[in-house]
């Protein structure tokens, strides 16, 4: 399937995972990271991301929630792949940006669903 996404030309370079080292050093300075295999949609396609935090899940939800404001929301939060060359995927597949911010938002418990008791 993933074969079948990738458009005539497409390069996967620089997409495939990051080297241990990297991947280290943003726990260190980010805390837990998430780590996000989009193989299926690209062969090779790692994203890297640090948790959002309040600020920039405001930025990404509510009446503020356009598609600018999710780019920025995901550019702002990628580790990897570098930019601009992450940019320049999301230029060409746009709609992996909604992706990424619909598994951040998840993660950072957006949208859990808690079971509501003597109620």
């Known amino acids: 399937m993933a074969e079948e996404n990738k458009r005539p030309g497409e390069t996967t370079e620089g997409l495939a995972a990051p080297a241990p080292a990297d991947v280290e050093r943003w726990r260190r300075d980010h805390g837990d990271i998430l780590e996000l295999d989009y193989n299926d949609f690209m062969p090779g396609l790692v994203v890297v991301c640090r948790y959002p935090g309040v600020l920039e899940l405001k930025s990404a939800t509510?009446?503020?929630?356009?598609?600018?404001?999710?780019?920025?929301?995901?550019?702002?939060?990628?580790?990897?792949?570098?930019?601009?060359?992450f940019s320049e995927l999301m230029k060409r597949r746009a709609g992996l940006v909604n992706a990424i911010a619909g598994e951040l938002l998840a993660a950072s418990g957006w949208s859990a669903k808690a079971q509501v008791k003597n109620g």
């Open 62 to 85: 509510g009446e503020k929630a356009t598609y600018e404001n999710t780019h920025n929301f995901v550019v702002k939060l990628t580790l990897w792949p570098k930019q601009p060359l």
